[in-house]
């Protein structure tokens, strides 16, 4: 199994662009989530779905849009790139809203917009 | 509000030394909590967990932690360090169906 696939590992935007982080996952996980990561900040949620078509806001939602149609895959919109968007974001998965099993993450995108 | 706090930014510790590193939280229910383990550039790795039962749980790579409900405190633990533990550690907690939320991360640095 290939656990939490996240795509691409690098990608440099100029401020204005819009791009798509992909994440998907092969366990048939119903929650996936995404957060981003930044010095002295830890991880911040910043969306996340408890199923296919089910989606809600966590900590930090402004400028990202997400959908999940499908129970594989969870992908993360920036609409309108700006600096502040410069983070590593990663993508997380897990059986249920239970959090008993803990999250399997993704190796992570690292985001750079100029 | 539910939160996870981690006093320490950076801690340094001898090869071969004990490690404990501070993860507090507060919430009113009974709180999952985890710790995760981040090596550069890579995701995070799961380290060890606890919902209930045991207080003291043991995880991977010869870590465990001691949840503590008088002090709300859930202390990573390791009684002799290797080169190879440097890294961030990161705490995290949940609640009934609460999100999880984590702390800011403990860096880890092992001198000789």
């Known amino acids: 199994n290939a656990g939490v696939t996240q795509t691409p590992k690098f990608q440099v935007l100029k401020t204005g662009q819009s791009m798509t982080l992909q994440c998907a996952q092969d366990?048939?996980?119903?929650?996936m989530s995404w957060y981003r990561q930044d010095p002295g900040m830890g991880l911040r949620l910043i969306h996340y779905s408890v199923g296919a078509g089910i989606t809600d806001q966590g900590e930090v939602p402004n400028g990202y849009n997400v959908s999940r149609s499908t129970t594989e895959d969870f992908p993360l919109r920036l609409l309108s790139a700006a600096p502040s968007q410069t983070s590593v974001y990663f993508c997380?998965?897990?059986?249920?809203?239970?959090?008993?099993?803990?999250?399997?993450f993704g190796s992570g995108t690292r985001l750079t917009v100029v | 509000a539910q939160s996870v706090t981690q006093p320490d930014i950076h801690i340094t510790v001898s090869e071969g030394a004990s490690l404990e590193l501070r993860c507090n939280y507060s919430?009113?229910?009974?709180?999952?909590l985890f710790w995760y383990v981040q090596s550069p550039g890579q995701g995070l790795q799961l380290l060890l967990k606890y919902f209930s039962g045991d207080t003291l749980v043991q995880g991977i790579k010869g870590f465990e932690a001691e949840f503590k409900r008088s002090q709300s405190s859930f202390n990573l633990r390791k009684p002799s360090v290797h080169w190879s533990d440097a890294a961030e550690y990161f705490c995290?907690?949940?609640?009934?169906?609460?999100?999880?939320?984590f702390g800011k991360g403990t860096m880890l640095l092992v001198s000789p």
């Open positions: 366990m048939n996980h119903e929650y």
């Open positions: 919430y009113g229910a009974t709180p999952y």
């Open positions: 997380a998965s897990s059986y249920t809203t239970s959090w008993n099993y803990g999250y399997t």
């Open positions: 995290a907690g949940g609640s009934g169906y609460s999100t999880l939320t």
